[in-house]
């Protein structure tokens, strides 16, 4: 079983409605990130986090996601308004520092109908 | 952007037998890690390298420490439950977001 915890497993939502999924990283790991996964096994690197603070992100997410790491409460991810190709399996991981392994959580599998 | 070029892309293997998968990126990076995927959509955590070569059972990791532009993993006498699909994914130096290989879909068969 995997130390970093994401909910829910599965999500489905209809096309336009917010779409939000969570991630307790592995204890004594203050670094995030969040890829996701499509169809074809290509990784996408959303988004990460250093505790509270957003360290990188691509444009799709600053345009269409809401991310964030509060202090003592889960990570989230926030599609603002679902799209059919936002369907994927969104992976979130943590590390201990920006230079070593990470540990990737089940996932949760987006469904957009 | 830094790429990852992994292959094979497909790996069909008979229980017992040993085989290699690799990865080239096209600049230098300063560490690998080597993940399986289940059925699921776990990513499991087989290897993580800044240098060197690491075993574990039948697995077997290195990466190359004096150019860092290649990683290999060997696995020896394949057995059933290593199908899936096996990731490398790679960081360079300043960077703190990996970037992944395309991924090797291994079957073994009986």
């Known amino acids: 079983n995997s130390k970093v915890i994401q909910t829910p497993r599965y999500l489905v939502k209809g096309q336009g409605q917010k779409a939000k999924m969570r991630c307790i990283p592995e204890?004594?790991?203050?670094?995030v990130f969040w890829y996701q996964q499509n169809k074809n096994n290509e990784f996408k690197f959303l988004i990460n986090?250093?505790?509270?603070?957003?360290?990188?992100q691509i444009d799709m997410t600053e345009k269409r996601f809401s991310a964030e790491c509060p202090s003592n409460s889960p990570c989230s991810l926030e599609i603002q308004s679902s799209e059919a190709g936002d369907s994927a399996l969104y992976l979130c991981?943590?590390?201990?520092?920006?230079?070593?392994?990470?540990?990737f959580g089940s996932g949760t599998r987006l469904l957009v109908i | 952007g830094d790429q990852v070029e992994q292959s094979p892309s497909a790996l069909s293997l008979h229980e017992g037998t040993d085989s290699a998968l690799r990865c080239n990126f096209t600049?230098?990076?300063?560490?690998v890690q080597w993940f399986r995927q289940n059925s699921r959509g776990s990513l499991i955590s087989l290897f993580y390298?800044?240098?060197?070569t690491k075993e574990n059972g039948r697995l077997k990791s290195a990466f190359d420490s004096k150019e860092r532009r290649y990683s290999t993993l060997h696995i020896r006498d394949a057995q059933l439950e290593d199908s899936g699909t096996y990731f490398c994914?790679?960081?360079?130096?300043?960077?703190?977001?990996?970037?992944f290989g395309a991924g090797t879909r291994l079957k073994v068969i009986a």
């Open positions: 991981a943590s590390s201990r520092t920006g230079n070593s392994d990470y540990t």
């Open positions: 204890k004594g790991h203050p670094v």
């Open positions: 986090f250093q505790n509270q603070e957003v360290l990188q």
């Open positions: 600049t230098t990076m300063r560490s």
């Open positions: 390298l800044a240098s060197g």
């Open positions: 994914a790679a960081v360079n130096t300043g960077n703190y977001k990996y970037v």
